[in-house]
């Protein structure tokens, strides 16, 4: 795994695995952008076809409201959403 912070709003990541079989293999990529008026925006796709994303709030000092949904591949019928609270 790697991650790399572009800049202080920015980062990208990756996932792979290694062996004598197979030079390298990615498992996933993704990346987190925090916008001040938006919260922070994350988002990975995995080698196994779904593309997964979510948006954290702070709605008030240590409440955050989050909403994420997936997908996998182009199927619509396979989206799944949700709403989180954490205190």
Do not use: Q, R
Not at 31 to 55: F, L, P, Q
């Amino acid at each position: 795994s790697a991650m790399y912070k572009v800049n202080k709003d920015l980062s990208i990541a990756s996932s792979t695995t290694h062996s004598s079989a197979k030079a390298c293999d990615v498992l996933a990529i993704g990346g987190a952008y925090n916008m001040a008026s938006v919260g922070t925006i994350k988002a990975k796709v995995g080698s196994n076809g779904v593309t997964s994303a979510c948006i954290i709030k702070e709605v008030a000092p240590k409440v955050n409201v989050t909403a994420s949904g997936s997908i996998s591949g182009a199927d619509f019928s396979t989206f799944k959403y949700g709403v989180g609270i954490t205190m």
